[in-house]
């Protein structure tokens, strides 16, 4: 019995959408799927950045089955560019990237780091100086530079 009184009050409750542009939200509401009442942020920030009737027409032009992808990637772009009004999304991605760049350089710092260890170690294990490492390191160092084979051979 609660359900059916939930499911009433839902029916009689407009639509986050509907309630920020104070219409009544009809039975065929393009928005209440994807904008709940409960969430009034989401459209909110939607509303602000794109504009309530940009967003009607985009999803009128899509099927339904697409249009909650592109209700979500609306949201995102909109949060994005309610944080960064510059850069939106574009300003994270760069974030990001240069995040990738930066650990990339220090992966490859500390794998060189690690061969030359390596080799030092191999070195000092008794070999006499100028001879390759033992052939067991070479299976073990991961292949970070291109390394002449012929001048190790004697």
């Not at 219409?23 to 950045?49: G, I, L, Q, S």
């Not at 006499?128 to 051979?153: H, T």
Request: net charge positive; proline share 7%; with cysteine.
């Amino acid at each position: 019995m609660k359900e059916r009184e939930r499911k009433q009050a839902a029916a009689a409750s407009p639509c986050a959408a509907c309630k920020l542009l104070r219409r009544r939200c009809a039975k065929y509401c393009v928005f209440a799927p994807y904008f709940p009442a409960e969430e009034p942020h989401k459209f909110a920030n939607v509303h602000k950045v794109f504009g309530a009737s940009n967003v009607n027409k985009m999803l009128q032009e899509l099927a339904v089955h697409q249009r909650g992808d592109a209700v979500s990637s609306m949201v995102y772009e909109a949060n994005a560019r309610v944080r960064d009004p510059v850069y939106g999304c574009v300003g994270a991605i760069s974030s990001l990237q240069q995040q990738i760049d930066l650990l990339q350089t220090q992966l490859a710092l500390a794998q060189a780091e690690v061969v030359h260890l390596r080799l030092r170690q191999g070195f000092s294990a008794g070999s006499p100086a100028g001879s390759p490492p033992p052939s067991s390191l070479m299976g073990i160092i991961p292949p970070i530079f291109e390394i002449d084979q012929s001048m190790w051979s004697c």
